[in-house]
């Protein structure tokens, strides 16, 4: 089944009871049993809802994985999979990432004598003198958050099978659209599906996607026993946005496009960070494992002056001032202030993230519409 098909069909069938198409929302805590244990598969919605259930078959199918998880965040779902360790284990890290997941990292596993190295991936070998005996996940993102670097998970994968090491993507910027980790070595897949994959700004939820059944157990385990699991009413939701993520991906990498280009010809603007352009370091790396180069991307407006960022962020007008991305409206953040501000200014700055960074997700609206809102918000 190809992927288009997938978003719609995939690991999907009629409901049973009455042949419903989309899935029902089924609103309950708890069900009938006929003896105790004799039930029909569902027995506690912490634990299986089947409305939730329908949509961890969907992750699974467009990711190309066998097993998917659904949780109640993103960082949820992430926490998740660092509750794999044990204290004393090591993790390699992407130092360019969502300012969140850096948070989970240092101020909440650190505690527990997880130890972290934040270290840029732009060359997979860099990552050898980092591992050792205690070495037990390197977690990528690719493109990275929000200085769309780009990360050779095949190569980062060879390096983590050679030393038997868990490999994790988070691919919510790219999306199963533009990119399928598991099919380039990775063992673990996450999303923030409050992203991309509602794509509507309407819900609040994680995923993971897995191939290994042994794997997949033991987060199937920490899912029920932690219990951060999404609802019904959101796994509705987050259906629904599914089976419409190859047409919205189509705009947001056609926008994309445009607006990157429009910005890297403008006399106020510093620097375009997006992948597309072949100047970009790992542009070549980004065509062989993605299909597209996506709807994100950051830049810095000329003099890279604080000042002048946030004043072209309070002008716009379409793109909203706002946290979050992958929606279908434009969204406009400064990662220094909003997505980013749970980083050190020091560990920011070395990666990039300066005061005059402002990253757009750009959403389906007509691209000439983006542009003149960029235009006058640049215009002084």
């Known amino acids: 089944m190809k992927f288009n098909t997938k978003t719609i069909h995939g690991g999907q069938s009629p409901d049973k009871a009455y042949g419903s198409v989309m899935p029902p929302i089924y609103q309950t805590s708890t069900y009938a049993q006929s003896t105790p244990g004799g039930h029909k598969g569902y027995e506690y919605s912490r634990t299986h809802n089947p409305t939730r259930h329908a949509l961890e078959h969907a992750f699974a199918s467009i990711e190309n994985g066998t097993h998917g998880l659904a949780f109640g965040s993103g960082l949820a779902a992430i926490d998740a999979v660092i509750k794999l360790l044990k204290p004393g284990d090591e993790v390699i890290s992407t130092n360019d990432l969502y300012g969140g997941t850096y948070r989970l990292f240092t101020s909440i596993f650190e ?205 716009l007008k379409v793109f909203t001032l706002a946290e979050s991305l992958g929606g279908v409206e434009s969204l406009a953040g400064h990662p220094a202030s909003m997505t980013h501000a749970s980083i050190p200014k020091e560990e920011r700055e070395k990666t990039g993230v300066i005061d005059s960074l402002i990253r757009l997700s750009v959403g389906i609206e007509d691209s000439y519409d983006l542009i003149q809102d960029l235009t006058q918000a640049l215009s002084t």
């Not at 897949?189 to 996607?209: C, E, P």
């Not at 429009?262 to 494992?289: R, S």
């Open 111 to 315: 505690k527990f004598q997880i130890k972290f190295h934040f270290i840029g991936m732009n060359k997979a070998s860099d990552i050898k003198s980092y591992i050792n005996a205690n070495t037990k996940l390197i977690w990528v993102e690719t493109p990275t958050n929000p200085m769309l670097n780009i990360i050779d998970i095949k190569a980062v994968s060879a390096v983590a099978k050679k030393h038997n090491i868990l490999l994790a993507v988070d691919n919510t910027f790219a999306t199963p659209y533009l990119q399928q980790p598991l099919d380039l070595g990775a063992d673990i897949v996450m999303h923030s599906a409050t992203k991309y994959l509602g794509g509507h700004s309407d819900l609040v939820m994680g995923a993971l996607v897995v191939k290994d059944i042994d794997l997949a157990n033991k987060l199937y385990f920490i899912q029920n026993a932690s219990g951060a699991v999404c609802g019904p009413q959101d796994s509705f939701l987050a259906l629904r946005g599914i089976k419409t993520l190859h047409v919205r991906m189509q705009r947001h990498c056609e926008n994309g496009r445009a607006v990157a280009e429009f910005l890297a010809q403008h006399p106020n603007v510093e620097t375009v960070y997006w992948p597309g352009f072949e100047t970009h370091p790992n542009h070549n790396i980004a065509k062989q494992q993605m299909n597209d180069f996506g709807g994100m991307l950051s830049f810095t407006t000329k003099g890279n002056r604080y000042e002048a960022a946030i004043k072209t962020v309070e002008r």
